[in-house]
T-cell receptor
Framework: AQSVAQPEDQVNVAEGNPLTVKCTYS??????LFWYVQYPNRGLQFLLK??????LVKGSYGFEAEFNKSQTSFHLKKPSALVSDSALYFC????????????FGTGTRLQVFP | DAGVIQSPRHEVTEMGQEVTLRCKPI?????LFWYRQTMMRGLELLIY????????DSGMPEDRFSAKMPNASFSTLKIQPSEPRDSAVYFC?????????????FGPGTRLTVT
């Protein structure tokens, strides 16, 4: 069965510092991996995805994520955090051999302090 | 592109009343998903459609919930009768079968409060 784990409920980082939001996954086939961001009182917004190819994927707002097959991880990163990055971040996975359902993690709240 | 449109944005109703949530997917998208988000349970997939046909409704909590998609540009999620535990934010999302990995685009959500 597919699953996604986001081990941290909250990540705190100072503005200007690099940030990492962790995600690990489990699928039976090749994974398709996604990151979404949710700002207060808004729907989820797509940030980036990994399908195949380069393990480092670049997305919106300066975010990037690194796919690591051996560690079954897809951590979200940004070199320099902004206060406006404070939001709820969701990792999601779809099995390439499965249907169209995305399995979402429980979310990680990112708090960037000035 | 207007994005996914949901209405109403907020709904407050009394226990036992019927509630209907509406969704208009992005034009040209052929998949539509209904999710529910609560603090306790996080984001749950309730049901999804492909070309207006329900594919997987295993996430629908019970018979009080029903969803329809009469055409490619409209879907409803109905709760009858509603209960306080149905209070949540309900999201609609759509996607397009254009390749191997299709991201979903979410609407702004409907915040449902059942008193």
């Amino acid at each position: 069965a597919q699953s996604v784990a986001q081990p941290e409920d909250q990540v705190n980082v100072a503005e200007g510092n690099p940030l990492t939001v962790k995600c690990t996954y489990s699928v039976s086939g090749n994974p398709y991996l996604f990151w979404y961001v949710q700002y207060p009182n808004r729907g989820l917004q797509f940030l980036l995805k990994y399908i195949t190819g380069d393990n480092l994927v670049k997305g919106s707002y300066g975010f990037e994520a690194e796919f690591n097959k051996s560690q079954t991880s897809f951590h979200l990163k940004k070199p320099s955090a902004l206060v406006s990055d404070s939001a709820l971040y969701f990792c999601a996975v779809r099995d390439s051999s499965n249907t169209d359902k995305l399995i979402f993690g429980t979310g990680t709240r990112l708090q960037v302090f000035p | 592109d207007a994005g996914v449109i949901q209405s109403p944005r907020h709904e407050v109703t009394e226990m036992g009343q019927e509630v209907t949530l509406r969704c208009k997917p992005i034009s040209g998208h052929d998949y539509l998903f209904w999710y529910r988000q609560t603090m306790m349970r996080g984001l749950e997939l309730l049901i999804y459609f492909n070309n207006n046909v329900p594919i997987d409704d295993s996430g629908m909590p019970e018979d009080r919930f029903s969803a329809k998609m009469p055409n490619a540009s409209f879907s409803t999620l109905k709760i009858q009768p509603s209960e306080p535990r149905d209070s949540a934010v309900y999201f609609c999302a759509s996607s397009f079968y254009g390749g191997r990995a299709r991201e979903q685009y979410f609407g702004p959500g409907t915040r449902l409060t059942v008193t």
